[in-house]
């Protein structure tokens, strides 16, 4: 069964994300990030390769040639992919993904607006409902995800 983990209190979604793949990478995992929009996901393509001084977060888009997708460890997609296997799914999309149930780790994200709170709610009562267990971190200023 799919594991589910929510990280809420989020300042910073994007940033999240990067720590989140970062974490997701050293444990030798392939990870797809399905993001709603496509300026979004542009910012998000920016940030993987600046989101540290020393190092960068290997991605690329799913729309690439099917080669570099199969050998990148962080793919950026508009829509869900299962081909090729990803172990984890972060959803940065306001609503519960179709598919989630065939990746190994489902990573949810809720910032701090009231909308988007709202939003992470309404995703983890689905998830609750469906007969998952939740593993829920509370994000702050200085706190890092697990």
Known sequence: MTQILFYSGSNNKLQTTCRLCAKAIQQH???LIYVPA???????????????STSFIPHCNILDDAKL????????????Q?????DVLINLHDRSP??????DRLIE???TSHEDKLAA??????????????????LNDQSEPH
Request: hydrophobic share 40%; no cysteine; glycine share 4%.
């Open 29 to 31: 995992m392939r990870v």
């Open 38 to 52: 496509s300026t979004l996901l542009d910012q998000l393509d920016q940030l993987l390769w600046t989101f540290s």
């Open 69 to 80: 997708v199969s050998v990148t460890p962080v793919i950026l997609s508009e829509q869900i």
């Open 82 to 86: 299962v081909n090729p296997r990803f």
């Open 98 to 103: 179709h598919l989630f149930d065939q990746f």
């Open 109 to 111: 994200i809720a910032g």
């Open 121 to 138: 709610r309404e995703r983890y009562r689905f998830y609750k409902n469906a007969g998952y267990e939740i593993q829920h971190y509370h």
